[in-house]
């Protein structure tokens, strides 16, 4: 399973903080199954948040480029005999 980047994690931490004040002074609740409600209301949305933010592309590294050209330079070429 891949980790999640600095921005998924920053984006939905900040939408469960933001959304549960937001919930919490909207509702006016008080008690305590309301309060377990808007909480995890707030934590599915931070879910939903953070696996929409985009993933950064992966580009392959130089090193890595140029271990694989040299790697195809030194494979022998196999010629097959025409007719």
């Known amino acids: 399973m891949p980790r999640p980047t600095v921005a998924q994690l920053a984006y939905g931490s900040a939408t469960v903080v933001l959304s549960t004040i ?6 006016q609740t008080s008690s305590g199954p309301g309060v377990g409600v808007i909480a ?12 929409s933010v985009p993933k950064p592309k992966q580009t392959p590294a130089p090193e ?20």
Do not use: C, K, N
Request: charged share 20%; hydrophobic share 55%; no cysteine.
């Open 40 to 51: 995890m209301s707030a934590v599915i949305l931070g879910l939903f948040v953070a696996l």
């Open 22 to 27: 937001a919930m919490l002074l909207l509702s």
């Open 64 to 83: 890595a480029d140029a271990a694989s050209e040299q790697a195809r330079e030194r494979e022998p070429v196999h010629e097959t005999a025409g007719p």
